[in-house]
Structure formats: C-alpha cells, structure tokens
C-alpha cells in the first residue's frame, strides 16, 4: 500500500539530547513537509523540501535541521537548542502534479524529560 | 503571509442536529482553501477543498463548506451528524501563487463533540 509512515509513534528523550523523526514516503511525491501540532495550536510548519538536495525553513525552523538525500526519505532532527520540543510531529507529502493534496503520516509523539 | 481563524475550540452537538464549523483567513494573496479532519492519535485527513470554480465544495461523507471571498471565509456544513463525526477539525490555507507547494496555514482547530 502506498502512504507516509513515521517511527517511531512515541518517542521519549533527555533533555539536551538530539533526535532524529523518521519520514518515508512511498507515493513518489516530489516536496514533503514536516509539521508541528501542540494542544491548542493547530499545526505550525518546521520545513519543507521540493526536491532533493533542496529544503526551505517554515514559520519555525529554530532548533530544527532537516535533509532530503533521498526522494523517498526526509528525517526530521530536533537539536538541543530546541527550547520546548515535546510536541506531536507531522510529516507531509504533495504531488509536483497536484501539490493542492498533502497526504499524512501518523505522526510521532515526542516527550523530553 | 497568510493567517487562519477558527472562532470555536470546540462544538457540542446532539447526534442528527445540524452543525456549522467556522472559518475565517486573511491574506494579500490568492489562497487554496482546505479543511482536514484528525481522529485521536492520527495524522490528518483531508475532508474536502477549494481551489477555484464552483464556491460550494462537498465531501464523501455528508459535510459541505462554502466559499465567501467578500467575508474571507469558508465555513464547514453538515446538516446531520453521528457520533463517528467527532473529531478534530482543522481550516487551512495555502499559497495559490505557487501551486500550493509552500505548505500549509492552518487554524487552530475546532473540536467537534458529537452527544447522544
């Protein structure tokens, strides 16, 4: 079955430590996206990537680093320098033919203590 | 830039009563309009969109929404609900000038309770 799958669902981590977001995607979809949900607070955008070898910081990058060496793959790592980072993680992915539909992961359930 | 509003966190209704999300954007330029559904612990899913054309949108499953440029808003419709509507139901928004392809805008959200 075609479809985004993030790992891990939950993900628990020290304080002060990195750690990367897993995001595959099977659709052959050329931009992917990585988003972040708080209680309250809808989604916010992190980054996103149009094509490989090329990403672009969203409306809050800081603390965050992102690569996309391959089409199929853009792992999210939340850095030490990531004030608040215990949040619900979203990955994303569009069609260069229709980038009007994102299709979702699961998301990852992150927990700094 | 572009921001989204949705006045109500959260929505009780009895189940077969109406229901009404609202929705509300500003931006300087043209916007795709979308509204997505997330069920506990889910990603999103998208429920229906507006890109351009007829302002009435419908979905699969009962729910409607209505493009108003002169009040930028898109409200959610449906006129009978069930329990297994409830949800959490996101507004967003994106950049029609570049395809949509700079990510999404999105509320904050609205939490539909749907009572027996």
């Known amino acids: 079955d075609g479809g985004i799958t993030q790992s891990p669902k939950y993900l628990f981590r020290k304080e002060g430590q990195n750690v990367t977001l897993s995001c595959e995607q099977n659709l052959n979809h050329d931009a992917m996206y990585w988003y972040r949900q708080d209680p309250g607070q809808g989604l916010r955008l992190i980054y996103y990537s149009q094509i490989v070898n090329d990403f672009q910081k969203g409306d809050i990058a800081e603390g965050y680093s992102v690569s996309r060496e391959k089409k199929e793959s853009f792992p999210l790592t939340v850095t030490s320098a990531q004030k608040n980072p215990t949040a619900f993680y979203l990955c994303?992915?569009?069609?260069?033919?229709?980038?009007?539909?994102?299709?979702f992961g699961q998301g990852t359930r992150l927990t700094v203590v | 830039a572009q921001s989204v509003t949705q006045l109500d966190s959260q929505v009780p209704v009895f189940e077969e009563a109406p229901v009404e999300l609202r929705c509300n954007y500003s931006?300087?330029?043209?916007?795709?309009l979308f509204w997505y559904v997330q069920y506990p612990n889910q990603g999103l899913q998208l429920l229906l969109k507006?890109?351009?054309?007829?302002?009435l949108v419908e979905s699969i499953n009962g729910f409607e929404a209505e493009f108003n440029k002169s009040q930028t808003s898109f409200h959610l419709r449906k006129p009978s609900v069930h329990i297994s509507d409830t949800a959490e139901y996101f507004c967003?928004?994106?950049?029609?000038?570049?395809?949509?392809?700079?990510?999404?805008?999105f509320g904050k959200g609205t939490h539909l309770i749907i009572q027996p």
């Open positions: 931006s300087s330029v043209s916007v795709y």
């Open positions: 967003a928004v994106s950049d029609a000038t570049g395809g949509g392809a700079d990510g999404l805008t």
């Open positions: 507006y890109l351009s054309g007829s302002t």
């Open positions: 994303a992915s569009s069609s260069r033919v229709d980038n009007t539909e994102a299709f």
